[in-house]
């Protein structure tokens, strides 16, 4: 039971909330603009320091305040933690049992969680940056050093493109590349273990629900056939010009196969919501499984774009993962959703348990 007790104030329109949340399904209903996925987005930012909406913090602060503040007791394995999140125009300050500084980072350490809202299908049709930061995910939750890894990388990659853009000399540019190579090939090594590992989930989550043969294609950033450091030396033409860094492991690509074609291009929208989907069932079992303990999991509107089989197969799917699950839903019931799930109604930003 990942969140126990959850409380929001001034984020959004939820003024005041409270969340006594049941250990594995909850249901959040209400009408239009009612404040469902504000309640999820809030719940998401405390665990990733971030809106999944990607909102500014001026756009969460409830309008005509000055700070929102959120707080949740939260199971973390054997461990009970405090976490508090409170943002202001000053800016974010984590608090994990009392302990504060541990940014973003403490935050996903304690509270890990995956979001299927209406825009999922982006994972698979969008931009490669998306499936980055899916890959990087589960790559901190099952290397214990990548984050570390992933830090210094963008330390030298902020460095050499500083370096780039000032027009130093090529030797001094040169200089930032053992560094770059270090820290790209240790990101790159957490990224193919943690693809190993997420590929034999999405292979039998995307027959699941899609009834098709699903993989991935990773490609790295730079040339396969070229250590790394020769594909700077022979970029360096085209860095300048650009004034960045053209290859490394911030221009890899994870792309996602359907019955051996690019899925991006191929399939419709529902379906690109399936194989999204694949792709978080995946990656949740998988940090689950690396952490041994369930996580959260939050679902906006999953009926969104699906055709009631598609819907059943999802939630049979969610309900088998063993997570704690937060969905929301215009009515009071979810179609293929535990009967047994604890609901709240919210309305002009007020949370009730209702049943
Ligand atoms: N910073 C803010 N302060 C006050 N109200 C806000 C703020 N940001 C958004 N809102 C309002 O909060 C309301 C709830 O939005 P939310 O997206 O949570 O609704 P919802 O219940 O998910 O609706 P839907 O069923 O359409 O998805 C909206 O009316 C929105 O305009
Ligand atoms: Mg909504």
Known sequence: MPIRHFTAHNFRCLENI???ADREYNLICGPNASGK????EALAYLGRGKSFRGAATTDLIRHGEQEFVLFGQVEAGERQAKVGVRNSHEGLEVHVDGEVDGGAAALAAVLPLQIIDP???NLVGGAPEQRRRYLDWIAFHVEPGFLDAWRRFRRALKQRNAALKSGAAVATIDGWNAGFVEFAGRIDRGRRQALEIVTRGLEEAGQDLVGSEVGFVYQQGWNEDKALLKALEDSMERDL??????CGPHRADLKLMYDSRRARKLVSRGQQKLLACAMILAATATAQTAL???????LDDPAAE???DGLQRLMHRVVNLGCQVVATSLETELRFFPEAATVFHVEHGDLKRIG
Not at 241 to 246: A, E, M, Y
């Open 18 to 20: 409270e969340l006594d």
């Open 37 to 40: 996925t504000s309640v999820l």
């Open 119 to 121: 825009d999922v299908h």
């Open 241 to 246: 010009q650009q004034g960045s860094t053209q």
């Open 292 to 298: 041994e303990r369930p996580l959260l999991l939050l």
């Open 306 to 308: 699906l055709d009631s």
